[in-house]
């Protein structure tokens, strides 16, 4: 066996293996013997096609096995003279197989860095004291926050802005009612701008009961072609009128939140009040020390440490949304994207997460930082309170996270491997999809998404 190894950007390194006929010989002969025995060739009986005619049908699969098992058995020996540290799959580039074999292939590897000057940094940490204003403040918000909806018992009220109305609507174009333009009954909060133009505006001065038109232009950009900067008028009926009504700051308030009084309520809000903030000043703190320490050192990040991190932190968003009922494809349309552009704009965040967490292990190492069973026991306990879990579950889903996310990076690292090759090397996709081991449309799907 002969090989180089060259070093690449991104910490990767690209492998050029040799194996000689001699070599090779007993690898072939293997792939070609399993394949033998599964292969159905027109004029043989299964298991009896020739090499040449075996090799003449099945060609690419067969160079594909041969270049997989070639690398299985000689990588672990150059990864051991090299010292390499692999953090991704082998992705394959270029096989050549006669009667010697020559492959190359690129894989991602634990970058190599040095430390820079991390002793001794200094950030600014702020203080905070806790007074009767802030502590006024966040019980004002408690009670806004547990505000409710009343109908308004005078009849002859007139609706104003910051005033709920319910509301039934029919919207009509050319005296024609369009799709999607009709409501019995809409709670709609005016001065919100929920609604288009000055639809909310008009209804200010509408008392309860009352019937009207109002006339409006939808916006240029309109979601709906057929409506885009065109007026359009709107049959109104108020059914109701509403205000939110504030409770009071009493011991029934403070009962009906689960305390025994309002001095307990005031004395549990100063407390969560103290930690929340502390624990953001020394958030802040140690992320600005982060960025210094940062500032420190210089690493080659790997492609596919960059998109594992990507991959989790789209679990723990889906986990999340999960949690208040919603499904990420929604949230991801509501916020006018999809998958590839939310996962591109987490790319920074992303890199830098990896980036710290690097140095921070080396500095772990090189000080012989270890935590303790009682401290890991505890961290994963706090850990498992907070999602709802018992620590045996939250270990066997951190597992499954794990494999997901190898899985799911390696997935992304193939795509960007397609498109190198589609655009800069003029591969064709036929041969890109047996590189990568991929369907020929699923990359079809990647090169058209780009």
Request: proline share 3%.
């Amino acid at each position: 066996m002969n090989y180089e190894v060259k070093k690449l950007e991104k910490s990767a390194v690209e492998v050029k293996l040799h194996l000689t006929a001699e070599e090779v010989k007993p690898i072939v002969d293997k792939v070609l013997a399993h394949v033998g025995e599964h292969a159905e060739v027109a004029g043989f009986r299964k298991g009896h096609a020739p090499k040449e005619v075996l090799m003449a049908n099945y060609k690419d699969h067969i160079e594909n096995d041969v270049a997989n098992d070639a690398i299985n058995a000689n990588f672990p020996q150059i990864v051991d003279k090299e010292k390499l540290q692999p953090v991704s799959y082998v992705r394959l580039k270029e096989i050549n197989l006669k009667d010697d074999l020559n492959l190359t292939f690129d894989i991602d590897v634990y970058p190599q860095f040095e430390l820079g000057n991390y002793k001794g940094l200094e950030a600014e940490k702020k203080s905070f004291e806790m007074t009767d204003d802030i502590l006024n403040e966040e019980l004002e918000i408690m009670v806004r926050n547990h505000a409710k909806l009343e109908e308004v018992e005078d009849a002859g009220y007139k609706a104003q802005l910051n005033d709920t109305v319910d509301l039934a609507f029919e919207g009509f174009m050319d005296g024609v009612p369009f799709p999607g333009g009709k409501a019995e009954s809409h709670l709609l909060k005016l001065g919100s701008k929920s609604f288009i133009d000055n639809f909310e505006e008009q209804l200010v001065g509408y008392t309860k009961g009352q019937e009207g038109e109002i006339t409006v232009k939808f916006p240029d950009e309109y979601h709906a072609p057929e409506l885009a900067g065109k007026p359009a008028q709107f049959k109104v009926k108020i059914n109701a009128i509403k205000k939110l009504k504030q409770p009071e700051l009493n011991d029934e308030f403070a009962k009906e939140l689960g305390y025994a009084s309002l001095d307990e309520l005031k004395a549990k809000t100063k407390e969560e009040t103290i930690k929340r903030e502390n624990d953001r000043i020394e958030n802040e703190y140690v992320s600005a020390l982060l960025d210094k320490l940062m500032e420190t050192t210089t690493i080659d990040v790997p492609v596919s440490m960059v998109q594992a991190e990507i991959q989790n932190r789209l679990k723990e968003l889906e986990y999340q949304l999960s949690m208040q009922g919603f499904k990420m494809d929604d949230y991801l349309k509501m916020m006018g994207g999809n998958v590839e552009t939310f996962a591109a704009q987490l790319a920074p965040a992303a890199e830098k997460k990896v980036k710290v967490d690097l140095i921070l292990d080396r500095i772990a190492k090189d000080n012989n930082f270890e935590a303790t069973d009682e401290e890991l026991s505890q961290r994963m306990e706090e850990v498992a309170k907070m999602y709802g879990m018992d620590v045996p579950a939250l270990e066997e889903e951190l597992k499954k996270n794990r494999e997901k996310s190898l899985e799911e990076g390696e997935t992304q690292a193939k795509k960007e491997m397609a498109y190198e090759l589609y655009h800069e090397e003029g591969f064709t996709i036929e041969r890109i999809a047996k590189l990568v081991k991929m369907d020929q449309k699923i990359v079809e799907e990647w090169l058209l998404q780009k």
